[in-house]
């Protein structure tokens, strides 16, 4: 075999909460070449129809439901799987699975969503001191976070 | 046929009650997805449908709430949008990020966008065809620079 078809491919953990945030990470990071990506999210239709999804039940309203799920079906997910990398879009989902993430010693990075041009997401303001890699999407977003936030384009 | 998409969470009663009293005054059918809204009365709505593409495909113009995910589903199809931001002072959001993303597209692609219902009349409606110049090249930009940090 030549040393590319030997080539280990890099797996990604993609974990977002339902909706908008799950559809940016999925546009931004499904079928990467040479990555191959699993998602964490809550149940919904798309996720129980995904091959490669681990999710579970809303059992909670509002935001600490994600974020208590994220967390502890992310320290399920990475110690079992060990990804190359953890990444997310949000929202407390997210929030969740990288700081298990960053406690078990993977790699972290974040992407603010696209819906935030000139304010901050709550999720941004919580990860930007956690996380290894820290995207923003719009160029105005470099401006409102500190020195390691980078912007390589985005959904728009 | 013009469709109204309002998405989930809050109520939009606002964008809701303004296409539904148009409604009657228009030349074409007016269909409102109503999410956690009140019914229309005038037009055909519903709550939720499992996907809103087919409905954007049928639709000559789509009047939206400003969600990304939504925006940009009509954005890559083509489809003249309106876009309507969800705004917190009338408790239809959390905050106002929707009024960001809407100015945004504004700027960057021309997108038409309204914060008083009340500039939807029947005019811009019936003459609305304005058809934003989408491009990939951005996320492009993002899929192939990101793969660079992720395999480092």
Known sequence: MTPSQTTKPTSILLAATTGGHLTEGLKLFAGLPGTQLTVLSENSTRTQSMDNAHSYPKFLTGSIGGLIGGFFKGLHVIIKQRPDWVVSTGAEVGIGALIAAKLLGARTLFVETACRVRSKSKSAKVLYPLVDVFLVQHEEGLALFGGKTRHIGGLF | ?152
């Open chain 2, 1 to 152: 046929m013009i469709f109204v998409a309002t998405g989930h969470c809050l109520p939009f009663d606002r964008l809701i009650k303004r296409v539904d009293e148009l409604a009657i005054q228009l030349d074409e059918p007016v269909v409102q997805q109503t999410g956690e809204g009140s019914p229309a009365v005038n037009c055909k709505s519903f709550a939720y449908d499992s996907s809103l593409l087919s409905h954007f495909q049928d639709a000559r113009l789509v009047i939206s709430h400003a969600g990304v995910g939504t925006t940009l589903e009509l954005l890559e199809m083509g489809k003249p949008v309106i876009l309507v931001p969800r705004q917190r002072q009338f408790a239809e959001h959390y905050d106002d990020h929707q009024v960001e993303t809407a100015q945004k597209m504004h700027e960057r692609f021309g997108l038409k966008y309204v914060l008083n219902v009340s500039e939807l009349t029947v005019d811009l409606l019936t003459d609305y065809s304005y058809v934003a110049p989408w491009t990939d090249e951005p996320l492009d930009r993002f899929r192939r620079e990101v793969i660079s940090i992720l395999r480092t």
